[in-house]
């Protein structure tokens, strides 16, 4: 079937200059700001993405929640030296705003005039036949170990047939995105290959009950690839590095594509290694803690499909769909200790564990010590 396909993307994206003066305002009050949640705010960024969507004839722009940088970009936007206030489409989500701009023709680039200065990016191409009838396993992902990540991508390949990977790299120090899509290229069965580089905040927790949350970044990918690359895809799976998705019940891919709503939405359990103290692969996992299920689900759906065609979320996508998609007969392991701790200690040693020999077992068929 030929080599696989490679390629590291670079976003079109917009930030205000920290000289200005202007930032987003955060969301949640002082009193309810959780540690950290100052230095991982995105005060800046305006666009993540800006590309040409050739069939409605529309530029549109992936954008975090403005809040109140919303008339700055409103008033301040160009298109061919012209103001588009006023004919600006704007779609708001909980995490991301979708903004679009009518164009009879795919314009160059793309202008905010802002504070005295002029701010241009290009104005990028939508890609829907590099995906188009594949098995898409997409995660987001930042200074995780490489093996780490071909583990992931290798299991999934055997277990249920992705043979498409769109990884989102947050700004990694410890490797180049173009090392990440080198090492994801060479997995055997991956065909088509993307990295997206996406060097920025990604937001933080915060406490008390918010309108609007604060971790803009990971939701506002998804959305982008659903738009830019995915929508002809067969199916996506979104699961993160350090969650393998039980293959008991076949292909997971097969699951959403054979659903009533083109969606599979399954819960899963900790699983954890014999020996605590360090960080290590998901292939050191062996142990259980009783079977309580996550709260949070992950899915795989049908981008072209009813429950596709609504925003997509972290845990709950299709909107109202969501509910109905639930399949008990699937779910994932979240592999405790394969993890930075960038949320908190994951190597800490859990008393009452028990051996899963379904994950022993799986590990043992589909992610095989040898290389």
């Known amino acids: 079937m030929g080599e696989p396909d490679a390629q590291v993307i670079r976003l079109s994206s917009l930030r205000l200059p920290e000289t200005d003066g202007l930032r987003r305002d955060m969301p949640a009050r002082p009193d309810k700001r959780t540690k950290g949640y100052a230095e991982s705010f995105d005060a800046h960024t305006l666009i993540y993405d800006c590309f040409y969507d050739d069939q409605a004839r529309q530029v549109v722009l992936v954008c975090p929640r403005l809040l109140n940088l919303w008339p700055v970009l409103r008033d301040g936007l160009m298109l061919n030296g012209q103001p588009v206030g006023r004919i600006l489409k ?18 160059e680039t793309l202008e905010l005039r802002v504070a005295h200065e002029s701010l241009q990016i290009p104005v990028l191409s ?12 997409m995660a987001i992902s930042r200074n995780n170990p490489l093996e780490w990540i071909e583990d992931w991508a290798r299991y999934h390949v055997s277990a249920h047939a992705a043979d498409a990977l769109l990884l989102v790299d947050n700004g990694s120090t410890e490797y180049t995105p173009g090392e990440v899509q080198k090492r ?18 990604y937001g933080g927790r915060s406490g008390g009950r918010l309108n609007v949350p604060a971790k803009f970044l990971q939701t506002s990918m998804f959305n982008l690839a659903k738009l830019r690359f ?11 590095i350090d969650e393998l998705v039980w293959p008991q019940n076949g292909s997971i891919f097969d699951a959403a594509v054979g659903s009533r709503l083109g969606m599979v939405a399954f819960f899963g359990h ?4 014999t020996q605590a103290g360090v960080a290590q692969p998901q ?16 899915w795989c759906l049908v981008p072209d499909s009813p429950a596709g065609r609504f ?19 699937f779910g994932f392991w979240h592999c405790f200790a394969t993890s930075t701790s960038w949320k908190g200690n994951r190597t800490k040693k859990m008393p009452g564990l028990v051996p899963c020999p379904e994950l022993t077992a799986a590990l043992r068929e589909h992610l095989p010590v040898a290389r």
């Open 283 to 298: 292939r050191a996992h062996s142990m259980r803690k009783g079977r309580k299920m996550i709260p949070n689900p992950k």
């Open 126 to 137: 939508r890609d829907l036949g590099t995906f188009r009838g594949r098995n898409v396993l």
């Open 230 to 240: 995915l929508h002809r895809a067969r199916a996506v799976l979104s699961v993160d």
């Open 311 to 329: 925003s997509w979320a972290i845990h709950r996508p299709a909107g109202l769909f969501y509910p109905l998609s639930i399949r008990k007969g």
């Open 90 to 107: 704007r779609r708001k989500h909980l995490r991301v705003e979708i903004l679009r701009i009518p164009a009879s023709r795919h314009p």
């Open 184 to 201: 994801l290229s060479a997995v055997p069965g991956i065909k088509v290959c993307r990295v997206v580089s996406a060097p920025f905040p």
């Open 270 to 273: 900790w699983v954890y290694p």
